[in-house]
T-cell receptor, first 115, second 114 residues
Framework: KAGVTQTPRYLIKTRGQQVTLSCSPI?????VSWYQQTPGQGLQFLFE???????NKGNFPGRFSGRQFSNSRSEMNVSTLELGDSALYLC??????????????FGPGTRLTVL | GDSVTQMEGPVTLSEEAFLTINCTYT??????LFWYVQYPGEGLQLLLK???ADDKGSNKGFEATYRKETTSFHLEKGSVQVSDSAVYFC?????????????WGAGTKLIIKP
């Protein structure tokens, strides 16, 4: 099976702009989660989508939003970019094993730089 | 709330040395525990996991045992290689389907010198 894919891999934007990142989960996975990774804050949970519905949300401002499509692909949008939004954005596809234990598989990430 | 504490890095070892990266956790209920690895410029890869007390996860020579009595999940490898240089993250999740998220440690950078 193909892994989680994210596009684009790298982005450079300027303050005030908006950006959309895309994630395609592993085939058959219906849950997609997004994380932000920065040197200062480490890995922080943004939100999770399951069957087109946001199931859980982290502690981020409303400028960060997402959605999921019927084919489970997900997009994340950040509006009015700030310098502090520069980060690696990771998407994870969720798999439930037969034992009921969830395992997340990650994509390579999108490196966003805000100038 | 739930949390994960890892030993601070960087950890610098010579090739073929024994590796231990400490991880302890605080959680309500019965969490599942994970180790993920991040190589330079890449995303996170699942290294191993354990879902209940006394379970041992293993992969690529790495092992970790779920110790409920000490709330620990230390990562070990008997003989490290230069290719093991990466950042290692310990994480947990409690399997509540309506509120699923991974809780992460800060990460430990491992540097292996030839």
């Amino acid at each position: 099976k193909a892994g989680v894919t994210q596009t684009p891999r790298y982005l450079i934007k300027t303050r005030g702009q908006q950006v959309t990142l895309s994630c395609s989960p592993i085939s058959g996975h219906r849950s997609v989660s997004w994380y932000q990774q920065t040197p200062g804050q480490g890995l922080q949970f943004l939100f999770e989508y399951f069957s087109e519905t946001q199931r859980n949300k982290g502690n981020f401002p409303g400028r960060f939003s997402g959605r999921q499509f019927s084919n489970s692909r997900s997009e994340m949008n950040v509006s009015t970019l700030e310098l502090g939004d520069s980060a690696l954005y990771l998407c994870a596809s969720r798999h439930r094993t037969s034992g009921g234990t969830d395992t997340q598989y990650f994509g390579p990430g999108t490196r966003l730089t805000v100038l | 709330g739930d949390s994960v504490t890892q030993m601070e890095g960087p950890v610098t070892l010579s090739e073929e040395a024994f590796l231990t990266i400490n991880c302890t956790y605080t959680a309500t209920g019965y969490p599942s525990l994970f180790w993920y690895v991040q190589y330079p410029g890449e995303g996170l890869q699942l290294l191993l996991k354990a879902t209940k007390a006394d379970d041992k996860g293993s992969n690529k020579g790495f092992e970790a045992t779920y110790r409920k009595e000490t709330t620990s999940f230390h990562l070990e490898k008997g003989s490290v290689q230069v290719s093991d240089s990466a950042v290692y993250f310990c994480a947990l999740t409690t399997p509540r389907d309506s509120n699923y998220q991974l809780i992460w440690g800060a990460g430990t950078k491992l540097i292996i010198k030839p």
